[in-house]
């Protein structure tokens, strides 16, 4: 395939080591330095993009894409908000747009055990539940786009819960404790708290490969196809 890659920090750097070990090709590379200067003619000259840029620059980032008729996956968080209307704006593209808050397999494992210990928990209301996410420090959104998939996930799960928040504690509410430091990739706790014990899962990123092997492995599920997917229909 041939990749644009819209956003090449870090993680886009991470993704195009990756995608090349796969035989694709890295066809663009979009930044702050080039972002304003990139035409339609290059980005209609890939099959695919990859979008990991900033919750400012995502929305417009995928619209163009859905516009051009280029499939897009989208690993940037901070813009779900906006979900349902881009959902809206890729049907009537009929585009192609691939979303997740977290492209890692192991993560998406870690979801499937997450609501499964929230559903053990309806019948043990003795155990408070809360989360903590650490991540780097360049990282904008707080908290995070998995910590807010994880805190749902135990909202629509866990009986007791109606919402999240990064500063109230209480009976209904899923508390998130969000840090940002140093170079840390991405760790995620799931606490059960109880007077009598603690119950705890953990996903702890060791580096960025994880993300970036799903989003490359993302873009060639979508190759060819069209309509909104998730890590649910790759994991499928």
Known sequence: MKIALLGYGKMGK????IAVSRGHQIILKVDALNATTVSDAELQAADVAIEFSTPHTVIPNMKRCLELQLPIVVGTTGWYESLEELKNYCHKQQGTLFYASNFSLGVNLFFKLNTYLAQLMNAHTNYEVSMEEIHHIHKLDKPSGTAISLANQIIDTLNRKQQWSLSEKNE????IKDVREGEVPGTHIIKYTSAIDDIEIMHKAHNRRGFALGA????EFVNSKKGIFTMDDLMA
Not at 172 to 175: H, K, L
Request: hydrophobic content about 60%; aromatic content about 8%; cysteine-free.
């Open 216 to 219: 490359v492995i993302a873009a």
């Open 14 to 17: 991470e993704i195009e080591t």
């Open 172 to 175: 209904e509410t899923v508390f």
